[in-house]
């Protein structure tokens, strides 16, 4: 079965914070993709970044930067220095590949990060 | 920029009635997908949808749901008979290849009464 776990339900930080929100998959599958979604407080899922089981060397983006662990099932997310337009649900998810299916997402539970001025 | 584009934004609808959800996916995208999401909760699987045929579909995905694509552009999600617990935000999305990124929609927030 497969399984996303994002153990902090809320985060608050003060602006210019680094922050990281944690992710912890499981799946038996060893071709899979990660995903993070930003969910702002108006409603859309706004795709964050997507990485796949072969690849484990992290990506940093601007002030965003994720860790991939294979040997702890991790797919951390750190914003650095946040901003209150940080301000959103993000929300981590795993796909298993399936042939010409495409593939379901399977979402963890989000975490709320609250950036404060 | 495409984008996946969801109507209505919002909809109330007494319980027992029909609903169609609609959405039009980014163009040249192949699979699609319906998702909900429970005020206050996680986003889940409904139905995946590829070469026009439901790929894979949940448990919650029962005999009330089904989804069509009727003429190439429009990717709909209609609801036979509404019930109290089907209130949520629907999340229509689409992507271009297999080991790609689904694109979401703005979603369409149910409301059954």
């Known amino acids: 079965a497969q399984k996303v776990t994002q153990a902090q339900t809320e985060i608050s930080v003060v602006e210019k914070e680094d922050v990281t929100l944690d992710c912890v998959y499981e799946?038996?599958?060893?071709?899979?993709?990660l995903f993070w979604y930003k969910q702002p407080p108006s409603g859309e899922l706004v795709f964050l970044i997507r990485?796949?089981?072969?690849?484990?060397q992290n990506e940093i983006s601007g002030r965003y930067s994720w860790n991939f662990q294979k040997s702890t099932s991790s797919f951390n997310f750190t914003i650095t220095a946040s901003q209150v337009v940080d301000s959103a649900v993000y929300f981590c998810?795993?796909?298993?590949?399936?042939?010409?299916?495409?593939?379901?997402?399977?979402f963890g539970q989000g975490t709320e990060l609250s950036v404060k001025p | 920029e495409p984008e996946v584009t969801q109507t209505p934004s919002h909809q109330v609808t007494q319980m027992g009635q029909e609903v169609i959800l609609r959405c039009v996916p980014i163009?040249?995208?192949?699979?699609f997908y319906w998702y909900r999401q429970i005020l206050g909760q996680k986003v889940e699987f409904l139905v995946s949808?590829?070469?026009?045929?439901?790929?894979?579909k949940s448990e919650i995905f029962d005999d009330q749901f089904s989804v069509e694509r009727p003429d190439g552009s429009n990717f709909t999600l209609k609801i036979r008979s509404t019930k109290l617990e089907d209130s949520a935000m629907y999340f229509c999305?689409?992507?271009?290849?297999?080991?790609?990124?689904?694109?979401f929609g703005q979603g369409t927030r149910l409301t059954v009464v």
């Open positions: 998810a795993l796909r298993v590949m399936l042939y010409n299916q495409g593939g379901k997402l399977i």
């Open positions: 799946t038996r599958d060893t071709t899979y993709y």
């Open positions: 990485r796949n089981s072969f690849d484990e």
């Open positions: 163009s040249n995208h192949l699979y």
């Open positions: 949808f590829y070469n026009n045929e439901i790929s894979e």
């Open positions: 999305a689409s992507q271009d290849r297999e080991n790609t990124e689904a694109f």
